[in-house]
């Protein structure tokens, strides 16, 4: 009987159906030998809530959503409440008291390395003389990807660096092989090329842009970062590589593709708090350049040996650039920021770039808004995808875990504060630590400390805005931190202060110093709560306080006149000199005075007699902190009352005139 002939392309089809198993073999066989490749995809300024898989209904995160399908998506992840410090913890895995990189000043010239921590002097007003931050990470510390190239990856950095202004602290000297990233740090001086070109429209020196090339003129620099990436990982497909991939978005300066921002200004936010559609418009673009990546890697057939780490550096920006922050009095058409104001203007009015809620505040504070922050990690056949984990883990702990993961051998001698997350990450155990810390000597200074479900936050002094030295959060029953138990619950505050003593003194933490200088005010002084007297001291006088000044500028500032404006300053003084003074302002959201701007001057009479003074404020939005100088550097100024309003009735009002001596 004449055998069966089957067809040739049938003959083939049964072939590559039994050689296809062999080949998934092979190719497991050939991962199991090779250890995975590292991505560490890092976003700046993104917040916690600031995508789909988190829970944005606002923003568009398609990939990133795809992503968190893929992964262990992490609920309670931590970064420094500042960019520099969560950069140097992921590539030293040091708490930022042990590298001592404690704030975002990595743009900053370094200090000199036998220079004093602390400043030789604080203002008399200071209380405490607080150690400055470092303004890069130390070369001696063995770092992340020092470590990796010595176990034979090819390694490299693409975007901010954020950890060192001068050439002897850029990637290249810190492990990196390849380096794509600009300087000044804390953004692009452009986020369309030219980047040589600064957002005021002034150049910028070649050597302040690092080692960028410009593209073909409008290019996005997010893009653009996406195509240097893909071409490392294509590069080095054949061998076991580190990409650092640390975006510029969604930081200042807001640069935004107008397409997406148009369409952007037409959605409303179901949850009615994220509105701003240049945030919405820069995150799609993020997005889009996590889906190119993750393409690529499919498509090279490397994404099943490749543990995957998506990670922001800080809480989401609730403070720039709000229309309060840009309607600067001095910015008309020709200045250098006009046409950047005007663009922030027509697209996102009065919104700040972010909304953290339900999380309280956000980047540069040291409550949840500020450094709770998405984390997602994937790594097939290692990780359940679509997993979550409510574990407590941090920028210190990205540094063991890849060691783990890829085998390397951790440093002779380097300390790292961090836990490895492979047993959170396959599943098969718990972290060994009793406590996660967040070390914060700057803005408003404090340290925290979280375990389980609690919260303590220890403040080095009282703040105006913040009285309290010590709060006490239920993170599960309150994550907005609404609800301060200190009094409730003094034996858990007392716990939690003995084991932020404990961190303090085993990672070396430079703790603030009392200032000798410091002036205590004076016990027959006007009330405390009442305002904040800065290089000047405020007594008592009959029916008056007495402002004596004791420096230069000096003024009075008070968080206590809350009103939406505009304001009107009612001032009863009297000088003997006379001179000029002025009323600064800063609002709601907004995290520092701005540079110029928010100021209005008014002059106090020479003479005995009593003046009444009258100032407008044009002040927009809801006042935060009003400073009122005074020129009382050559004669005491003498003040009655003080009283601010609006036209709604509202105000706020200090009466001296019961005040006795």
Same mark, same amino acid.
């Not at 997010?222 to 071409?231: N, P, S, Y």
């Not at 540069?364 to 995808?385: D, T």
């Given at each position: 009987?004449?055998t069966?002939?089957?067809p040739?392309?049938t003959r083939?089809a049964?072939?590559a159906?039994?050689?296809?198993?062999?080949?998934?073999?092979?190719?497991a066989?050939?991962?199991?030998?090779?250890?995975p490749?590292?991505?560490?995809?890092?976003?700046?300024?993104?917040?916690?809530?600031?995508?789909?898989?988190?829970?944005?209904q606002?923003y568009?995160?398609?990939?990133i959503?795809?992503?968190?399908k893929?992964?262990?998506?992490?609920?309670?992840a @931590?970064?420094?409440?500042?960019?520099?410090?969560?950069?140097a913890?992921?590539?030293?895995?040091q708490?930022?008291?042990?590298h001592?990189?404690?704030?975002?000043?990595?743009?900053?010239p370094a200090?000199?390395?036998?220079a004093?921590?602390?400043?030789?002097?604080?203002?008399?007003?200071k209380?405490?003389?607080?150690?400055?931050?470092?303004?890069?990470?130390?070369?001696?510390?063995?770092?992340?990807?020092?470590?990796l190239?010595?176990?034979?990856?090819?390694?490299?950095?693409?975007?901010?660096?954020?950890?060192?202004l001068?050439?002897?602290?850029?990637?290249?000297?810190?492990?990196?092989?390849?380096?794509?990233?600009?300087q000044p740090?804390?953004g692009?001086?452009s986020?369309?090329?030219? @980047?040589?070109?600064?957002?005021?429209?002034?150049?910028?020196p070649r050597?302040?842009?690092?080692?960028?090339? &410009?593209?073909?003129?409008g290019?996005?620099?997010?893009?653009?970062?996406t195509?240097?990436?893909?071409?490392?990982?294509?590069?080095?497909?054949?061998r076991?590589?580190?990409?650092?991939?640390?975006?510029?978005g969604?930081?200042?300066p807001w640069?935004?593709?107008?397409?997406y921002t148009?369409?952007f200004?037409?959605?409303? &936010?179901?949850?009615g708090?994220?509105?701003?559609?240049i945030?919405?418009s820069?995150?799609k673009?993020?997005?889009?350049?996590?889906?190119?990546?993750?393409?690529r890697? &499919?498509?090279?057939?490397?994404?099943d040996n490749?543990?995957f780490?998506?990670y922001s550096?800080n809480?989401?920006?609730?403070h720039?650039?709000? @229309?309060?922050?840009?309607?600067?009095?001095? =910015?008309?058409?020709?200045?250098?920021?006009?046409a %950047?104001?005007?663009?922030?203007?027509k697209?996102?009015g009065g919104?700040?770039?972010?909304?953290n809620a339900?999380l309280?505040?956000g980047?540069?504070?040291?409550?949840e808004?500020?450094?709770?922050?998405?984390?997602?990690v994937?790594?097939?056949?290692?990780?359940?995808a679509?997993?979550?984990?409510?574990?407590? =883990?941090?920028p210190?702990?990205?540094?063991p875990?890849?060691?783990?993961?890829?085998?390397?051998?951790?440093?002779?001698?380097?300390?790292?504060?961090?836990?490895?997350l492979?047993?959170?990450?396959?599943?098969?155990?718990?972290?060994?630590?009793?406590?996660y810390?967040?070390?914060?000597?700057?803005l408003?200074?404090?340290?925290?400390?979280r375990?389980?479900?609690?919260?303590?936050?220890?403040?080095?002094?009282?703040?105006p805005?913040?009285p309290d030295?010590?709060?006490l959060?239920?993170?599960?029953?309150?994550?907005?931190e609404?609800?301060?138990?200190?009094q409730q619950?003094?034996?858990?505050?007392?716990?939690l202060?003995?084991?932020i &003593?404990?961190?303090v003194k085993?990672?070396?933490?430079? @703790?603030?110093?009392p200032?000798?200088?410091?002036?205590a005010?004076?016990?027959?002084?006007a009330?405390?709560?009442?305002?904040?007297?800065?290089n000047?001291?405020?007594v008592?006088a009959?029916?008056?306080?007495?402002?004596v000044g004791e420096?230069?500028?000096?003024f009075?500032?008070?968080?206590r006149?809350?009103?939406?404006?505009?304001l009107?300053l009612?001032?009863?003084?009297?000088?003997?000199?006379?001179?000029?003074?002025?009323v600064?302002w800063?609002t709601?959201g907004?995290?520092n005075?701005?540079a110029?701007g928010?100021?209005? #001057?008014?002059?106090?009479?020479?003479?005995? %007699?009593?003046?009444?003074?009258?100032?407008?404020?044009?002040?927009?939005?809801q006042s935060?902190?009003?400073?009122?100088?005074?020129?009382?550097?050559?004669?005491p100024?003498?003040?009655? #009352?003080i009283?601010y %309003?609006?036209?709604?009735?509202?105000?706020?009002?200090l009466?001296?005139?019961?005040?006795?001596?």
């Amino acid at each position: 009987m004449q055998t069966p002939r089957f067809p040739v392309l049938t003959r083939l089809a049964l072939a590559a159906l039994l050689i296809a198993p062999l080949l998934t073999s092979f190719a497991a066989a050939a991962d199991a030998k090779r250890p995975p490749n590292i991505v560490l995809f890092l976003v700046d300024d993104m917040g916690w809530i600031d995508s789909t898989p988190y829970g944005s209904q606002y923003y568009e995160t398609p990939n990133i959503q795809r992503l968190a399908k893929q992964s262990m998506r992490f609920t309670d992840a @931590y970064a420094l409440p500042l960019c520099s410090p969560t950069r140097a913890s992921i590539l030293s895995g040091q708490y930022s008291s042990r590298h001592r990189v404690t704030s975002a000043s990595g743009h900053q010239p370094a200090a000199a390395e036998d220079a004093s921590p602390y400043p030789a002097k604080a203002p008399a007003n200071k209380q405490f003389i607080y150690a400055d931050s470092k303004n890069y990470l130390d070369l001696e510390i063995p770092t992340l990807a020092e470590v990796l190239q010595q176990a034979g990856y090819r390694t490299g950095h693409f975007g901010k660096w954020h950890l060192g202004l001068s050439q002897e602290h850029w990637p290249d000297k810190q492990g990196f092989d390849v380096a794509f990233h600009a300087q000044p740090s804390p953004g692009p001086p452009s986020y369309f090329s030219p @980047y040589g070109v600064s957002p005021d429209g002034k150049p910028t020196p070649r050597h302040h842009v690092g080692t960028i090339t &410009d593209g073909p003129e409008g290019e996005y620099i997010t893009d653009r970062l996406t195509d240097e990436a893909i071409k490392f990982v294509e590069a080095n497909q054949d061998r076991p590589f580190f990409l650092n991939f640390w975006h510029y978005g969604v930081h200042g300066p807001w640069g935004h593709k107008e397409a997406y921002t148009a369409e952007f200004s037409k959605k409303t &936010d179901p949850r009615g708090e994220q509105k701003n559609p240049i945030m919405a418009s820069m995150l799609k673009s993020v997005d889009e350049s996590l889906g190119r990546l993750l393409d690529r890697l &499919d498509e090279l057939g490397l994404a099943d040996n490749t543990l995957f780490i998506f990670y922001s550096d800080n809480g989401g920006n609730t403070h720039s650039r709000t @229309y309060e922050d840009v309607k600067l009095a001095n =910015v008309k058409p020709g200045h250098p920021q006009y046409a %950047a104001i005007q663009d922030w203007r027509k697209w996102a009015g009065g919104e700040p770039p972010t909304n953290n809620a339900p999380l309280r505040e956000g980047k540069g504070r040291i409550y949840e808004g500020g450094q709770r922050v998405p984390l997602m990690v994937r790594w097939p056949r290692h990780i359940q995808a679509g997993s979550t984990s409510d574990a407590i =883990v941090g920028p210190i702990d990205m540094y063991p875990t890849i060691l783990s993961a890829t085998g390397s051998q951790k440093p002779a001698g380097h300390i790292i504060d961090g836990e490895s997350l492979l047993p959170i990450l396959k599943q098969t155990g718990n972290l060994e630590r009793k406590a996660y810390f967040t070390w914060f000597p700057h803005l408003i200074p404090a340290v925290s400390v979280r375990q389980g479900d609690w919260k303590l936050i220890r403040r080095f002094e009282s703040h105006p805005s913040y009285p309290d030295l010590f709060e006490l959060y239920n993170l599960t029953d309150d994550i907005g931190e609404t609800n301060n138990l200190v009094q409730q619950m003094p034996d858990k505050v007392k716990e939690l202060d003995a084991l932020i &003593d404990q961190f303090v003194k085993e990672t070396g933490a430079l @703790y603030p110093k009392p200032n000798p200088a410091y002036k205590a005010t004076p016990p027959n002084s006007a009330k405390a709560d009442d305002f904040v007297a800065r290089n000047c001291q405020v007594v008592k006088a009959e029916g008056a306080i007495r402002v004596v000044g004791e420096g230069k500028q000096p003024f009075l500032g008070t968080a206590r006149v809350k009103l939406n404006g505009p304001l009107k300053l009612t001032l009863t003084a009297r000088c003997k000199e006379g001179g000029t003074g002025r009323v600064q302002w800063k609002t709601t959201g907004q995290e520092n005075f701005p540079a110029s701007g928010q100021n209005v #001057s008014f002059e106090i009479p020479a003479g005995d %007699a009593w003046r009444e003074v009258t100032v407008d404020l044009p002040v927009e939005g809801q006042s935060q902190i009003v400073r009122l100088y005074l020129p009382a550097e050559k004669s005491p100024v003498e003040i009655s #009352s003080i009283r601010y %309003a609006n036209p709604q009735g509202d105000a706020k009002a200090l009466d001296f005139s019961k005040v006795t001596p």
